[in-house]
């Protein structure tokens, strides 16, 4: 292997090597990124950088254990004066005595190699006051956090169904309860993400089914003027009006969202996954445009190609603002349930993974001291798997 020179040699020099400004690394898998992380935080040792302010974040504990070992290897091999191969483009002459003595110095056991919730937590450690965290908090694993939030959800559930009142929920539930407990842990699963987000941006719903049913009525009224008759198009045409109706008559009910949400149209105008077909007639057209003594059959399919799209498109609009809808109804519904799961994490001084993300995300915005003393300690911040951890 000695003399082969890599395509991407002088990059991978710069990667290990400069340290003056951020760096964004983008390579496929096996072609050494670790190494290349490794090499870098070991040449920030030899430059004199402390390992105190080193941090290394990966996307799991297995790979944060797998770089610090490979960091460990390069040290000592480098501290022997035996350049590891990977690191022979950064250090063509080998290391000086002033590097090699920083080696000596270096005690690798300060740095920070973890994940990023690792590193969260050692970020508001030392700050329990302004992370607003109880200084003996424990944190929860995953399986103990789910199983916690699907108890107290549980719970939570059976009281809401056991009052009299109706409402969305309830409405959701009688239409198909699995499907409604599905979409209520979807939810919650969103609110446990974003916990802080916009509020939805709600669209009339009658405005959008007059659309709906103006395309419909404009699909039906160019079949009916049209010289030429294509059976398949009016059959589509016939489905796309028993919809319209079916929307028209929901609309005044006061279940209508969820009668408009399990709403489809006719299962012949569907793919398997629940997409519209692709309107495919022309050759149709051709045919009747032939049999009414006809030559622009051409202009006939684009029509009837647009005013379906029309129908289509309308239709998936009124059906993504009911689903906005919904969800904008539920959100306050479920919301007793993030503030049951809160209050019990506060009075058991737990935290879970999401906690330790959004509470070092709060400090560092919050406290302009605590942020200017992080920010000096923790000079180089190195990112594994920056897709997985960002």
Not at 210 to 239: C, H, M, N, S, Y
């Amino acid at each position: 292997m000695t003399g082969l020179i890599l395509s991407d040699e002088a990059a991978r020099r710069e990667a290990v090597a400069v340290h003056d400004r951020s760096l964004l690394v983008e390579a496929g898998a096996g072609s050494g990124k670790t190494a290349v992380l490794a090499g870098r935080i070991a040449l920030l040792l030899t430059g004199g950088a402390a390992p105190r302010s080193i941090a290394a974040v990966t996307f799991t504990e297995f790979a944060a254990s797998e770089l610090l070992i490979r960091v460990r290897a390069f040290v000592s091999a480098l501290a022997a004066n035996d350049i590891p191969v990977e690191l022979r483009i950064a250090l063509p002459d080998g290391l000086s005595e002033e590097q090699r003595g920083n080696l000596a110095d270096a005690a690798l056991d300060e740095m920070t190699c973890s994940t990023i919730h690792g590193f969260c937590q050692r970020l508001i450690a030392p700050y329990p006051v302004e992370a607003d965290i109880d200084p003996g908090a424990s944190v929860m694993d995953r399986d103990q956090a789910e199983l916690v939030f699907a108890e107290i959800m549980d719970n939570w559930l059976r009281e809401e169904l056991g009052n009299e009142e109706g409402g969305l929920l309830a409405e959701l539930v009688l239409h198909d309860p699995a499907a409604a407990i599905a979409l209520i842990r979807t939810v919650l699963a969103h609110l446990r993400r974003h916990r802080e987000f916009a509020p939805y941006e709600l669209q009339d719903l009658e405005l959008l089914a007059g659309e709906f049913r103006e395309a419909v009525d404009g699909l039906a009224g160019f079949l009916d003027e049209a010289e030429a008759k294509e059976p398949e198009t009016a059959i589509i045409a016939g489905q796309f009006r028993e919809l319209a109706g079916e929307v028209t008559t929901a609309l005044p009910m006061p279940t209508a969202l969820v009668a408009l949400l399990v709403m489809a149209p006719h299962p012949e105008l569907l793919t398997k996954s629940g997409s519209f077909l692709k309107y495919q007639k022309k050759g149709k057209w051709e045919a009747a445009a032939k049999h009414a003594g006809l030559t622009d059959a051409e202009t006939l399919n684009d029509a009837a190609s647009a005013h379906y799209a029309l129908c289509c498109g309308t239709w998936t609009a009124l059906q993504q603002a009911v689903a906005t809808h919904v969800l904008a109804g539920l959100v306050p519904i479920v919301e007793p349930v993030m503030d049951r799961f809160r209050e019990h994490k506060r009075a058991a001084a737990l935290l879970d993974f999401d906690d330790l993300i959004f509470s070092a995300r709060a400090l560092l915005r919050d406290h302009d001291e605590v942020r200017r003393a992080l920010a000096a300690r923790f000079r180089h911040v190195l990112v594994d798997e920056f897709q997985d951890t960002d």
